[in-house]
């Protein structure tokens, strides 16, 4: 059955065109929701306990924050799948900016990174935090802060980002161990120095 979901989800993004989202998310997310789900469960078991969101919310609120975007133009089911991983990311960063303000300035959450990205040595950090520091990295080397975005949370292997990406293996690879050292570097400046 998933090879047969996997095949219509191709099929359905190569078919369907840009002006026609609303087309496009109501056909693929019945192909989709269960993988999704399973993602934002992963997420949300990084997250605090008692989280506000669960798995459907989180699956909900960024699918449809995806396809209210103009110009989202999913190039294949990896890209599908990293757009979407990119969403839930935006969505628990907007979630714990609201908490933050509501707090003022109260504990914040810190986030365990899973195996993905276990050789980084910053092992907790705070998502907000985190999200500012990627958007430093964006301004500074947009193909760095992409290639993070979709080995972190999307969860990609480095063949699966190059191709995303259209660059080599080796230059995924290449902006990868850049983007650690330099994340490590503005996250735990004194673990680095």
């Given at each position: ?169 080796r230059t995924v690879e290449g902006d990868w161990t850049h983007a650690k050292a330099w994340l490590r570097a503005e996250l735990d400046p004194d673990e680095s120095t």
């Open positions: 059955m998933a090879n047969k979901d996997n095949s219509q989800v191709s099929r359905i993004l190569s078919e369907t065109g840009i002006a026609d989202h609303s087309a496009m998310a109501a056909k693929l997310l019945p192909l989709v929701y269960n993988e999704l789900r399973g993602l934002a469960a992963k997420y949300l078991r990084q997250e605090r306990r008692g989280h506000t969101l669960d798995p459907t919310a989180l699956v909900h609120e960024a699918y449809l924050r995806l396809f209210e975007q103009p110009g989202v133009d999913p190039q294949g089911k990896t890209h599908f799948y990293a757009l979407c991983a990119e969403a839930m990311r935006r969505v628990l960063t907007d979630h714990a900016r609201a908490r933050r303000r509501t707090k003022r300035g109260g504990k914040w959450h810190k986030v365990a990174f899973d195996q993905t990205v276990s050789e980084m040595p910053v092992k907790e950090v705070n998502l907000v935090d985190f999200n500012e520091t990627l958007a430093k990295l964006s301004a500074l080397d947009p193909r760095q802060a992409r290639v993070v975005e979709l080995r972190l949370f999307a969860g990609l292997t480095v063949e699966e980002a190059a191709s995303v990406l259209g660059v080599s293996k």
